[in-house]
């Protein structure tokens, strides 16, 4: 498996759903559903790090003048 930061979002979710499926099974020895949750949490972690960035990159738009502006999202 990549690393957390090289996986896409969407890479990242199928993994997370993986993990989900193999610890809902049951069949996991405890060791390995501990290994399995902390990769969970990273996977969640990377996941919620790609989401502020892309939040904070569309906190920004374009004027008409082509000066960007602060947008807040509850306005």
Do not use: Y
């Not at 969407?10 to 559903?33: F, H, M, R, T, Y």
């Amino acid at each position: 498996m990549e690393t957390n930061e090289n996986l896409s979002f969407e890479a990242s979710l199928e993994e997370l759903d993986k993990i989900v499926l193999k610890l809902e099974n049951g069949d996991v020895p405890l060791d390995d559903a501990i290994d399995e949750f902390n990769k969970a949490m990273h996977l969640i972690k990377a996941c919620d790090d790609k989401l502020k960035n892309a939040e904070d990159a569309i906190a920004k738009i374009v004027k008409e003048n082509d000066k960007l502006i602060d947008f807040n999202l509850n306005e």
